[in-house]
């Protein structure tokens, strides 16, 4: 799928409502920097990225919740640039002590805390501790763990640290010439305003 293509098609799946919907979570006072490498332009993409690939993998719609609210929230609770393995851990203490997580249903809301807290940790340390988080579905956990990893990772482009061989969905591989032309669209909003 190429990028011109991807709006009509999250259209017809509802994905670009959903894309839209979230977007009005982000809030630029969230951000240590707003403009920044990992501010709301990268969230913009890493919820497009979320919404595309649910869309396409047919997730339920509790499921695609838990992902978009991941990605809305993943990295507020960044504090620099650089690498940052705690980064995931402050981010969801930032969004709990700020009410963020939006959700009645136990289950989805300690998803939501896993999937924000190892989204930047190695994918063995991240699925050896989904048992710390009180989950009665570990494996759906980690099936959206692999989701959410590959809509952050397709971002990876911005610091030319990509590799494809990475990605966990082989979807995910087809989509990586989409997110180098992503990255030229100043602001992933404007993809659903045209269509």
């Known amino acids: 799928m190429n990028l011109k293509l ?16 979230y977007t009005q979570c982000i809030n630029p006072g969230y951000f240590h920097r707003p403009l920044g490498l990992h501010g709301i332009n990268h969230t913009k993409r890493v919820l497009f990225f979320v919404e595309l690939l649910t869309a396409l993998g047919n997730l339920a719609e509790s499921e695609r ?24 851990y402050a981010s969801f203490m930032k969004s709990n002590e700020m009410d ?3 959700t009645d249903i136990p289950e989805d809301y300690n998803t939501v805390k896993y ?16 048992k710390n988080y ?7 956990a980690e099936r959206l763990l692999k989701f959410f990893k590959d809509a952050d990772g397709l971002d990876r482009v911005r ?25 030229l669209i100043p602001d992933v909003n404007a993809l659903f305003s045209a269509t």
Not at 160 to 183: C, F, H, T, Y
Request: hydrophobic share 40%; aromatic share 4%; with cysteine.
């Open 65 to 88: 919740d838990i992902l978009s609210l991941a990605a809305v929230y993943h990295d507020i609770g960044r504090t620099n640039d650089g690498v940052d393995p705690g980064h995931g």
């Open 159 to 183: 610091i030319n640290d990509l590799n494809p061989g990475m990605l966990r969905l082989p979807i995910s591989k087809e989509l990586v010439q989409m997110a180098w032309e992503l990255l």
């Open 6 to 21: 991807a709006p009509s098609s999250m259209k017809e799946k509802g994905a670009a409502d959903r894309y839209l919907k």
């Open 134 to 140: 009180a989950l009665q579905e570990p494996d759906r």
């Open 100 to 102: 963020l997580i939006k």
């Open 115 to 130: 999937l924000i807290e190892t989204h930047c940790i190695n994918d063995r340390e991240a699925f050896g501790l989904v």
